[in-house]
Nanobody, 112 residues
Framework: QVQLVESGGGLVQPGGSLRLSCAAS????????MSWYRQSPGNERELVAV????????YYADSVKGRFTISRDNAKNTMYLQMNSLKPEDTAVYYC?????WGQGTQVTVSS
């Protein structure tokens, strides 16, 4: 079955950077579009970024455009989210998604 495992979250100061990873298994990774979502307390889960199968086509929410970069390594069945210039409002649990499935999430906290 589809398995998605996020890692790389943590506590970072405003202006700092983190790189999230999503290790995928149980499906044809290279043939699947992949997405990152996030959810903060009291808010609905929101789409952050999307990447197509070849990693050429991407989409970013306006709130992260220019600061976050989504990428993938089809040889490693892994997707990434490079997050730079982090802001306190980026604090959330970040989830990767594919094939209508979700990982368990990784917590990102931006605070001084």
């Amino acid at each position: 079955q589809v398995q998605l495992v996020e890692s790389g979250g943590g506590l970072v100061q405003p202006g700092g950077s983190l790189r999230l990873s999503c290790a995928a298994s149980g499906f044809a990774f290279r043939d699947s579009g992949m997405s990152w979502y996030r959810q903060s307390p009291g808010n609905e889960r929101e789409l952050v970024a999307v990447i197509n199968t070849f990693g050429i086509g991407t989409y970013y929410a306006d709130s992260v455009k220019g600061r976050f970069t989504i990428s993938r390594d089809n040889a490693k069945n892994t997707m990434y989210l490079q997050m730079n210039s982090l802001k306190p409002e980026d604090t959330a649990v970040y989830y990767c998604s594919a094939k209508d499935s979700w990982g368990q999430g990784t917590q990102v906290t931006v605070s001084s």
